[in-house]
């Protein structure tokens, strides 16, 4: 897994640190049970389990990272903790229901990418850790291709994008995110 420090997409450089996987669950129960798990044995950083179906690419999850953590820092979040602002951000809503609809635990879904991350490189390795000691190594598959669904026209309209290419729907998504700062 490569660690990585991510600079603002305007100017400032920005110190995160993030990594997502790949991870098919039996059930949202199932899904939830592990997250709440590894929340309480961890303790460091933070982790939220997203719905697949609209995530783009990887800079789509930078960009939701890096305006949770702004957001936070500017005491303009949304929501009452970064782990659910993330899941605000980038679904590019104000509205936390909303948000959950599209980028939360579905009863349906089975296949989730989790997102790690921290402000501090040494809690995100322990929180790698301690995903990997509550998950089988065979069923997480680090940093997976994006987008897992291959439906690229559902995405196009999701993100209300005219071209059938996953740059220009990242641009939409990314824009998205950041929409939410002039609202």
Not at 103 to 123: M, T
């Amino acid at each position: 897994m490569d660690l990585r420090s991510c600079k603002d997409f305007m100017t400032e450089e920005k110190n995160f640190f993030f990594s997502f996987f790949k991870n098919e669950f039996n059930s949202a129960d199932e899904a939830l049970d592990w997250l709440e798990k590894v929340r309480s044995v961890a303790k460091v950083g933070f982790i939220q389990l997203l719905n697949p179906s609209y995530i783009v690419s990887k800079k789509q999850l930078e960009a939701a990272v890096y305006h949770t953590i702004r957001a936070f820092e500017e005491k303009r979040n949304i929501a009452r903790d970064k782990k659910t602002e993330l899941i605000v951000r980038i679904a590019g809503v104000n509205q936390i229901k909303n948000a959950f609809e599209h980028f939360g635990v579905i009863e349906n879904i089975k296949e989730y990418i989790v997102i790690i991350f921290s402000e501090n490189e040494k809690e995100l390795k322990k929180l790698k850790k301690c995903c990997q000691g509550l998950l089988s190594p065979k069923t997480i598959q680090w940093e997976p291709k994006l987008p897992i669904n291959k439906n690229i026209t559902k995405l196009m309209k999701f993100y209300n994008c005219n071209k059938q290419n996953i740059d220009e729907i990242t641009k939409k998504a990314i824009e998205k995110i950041a929409y939410i700062e002039v609202l």
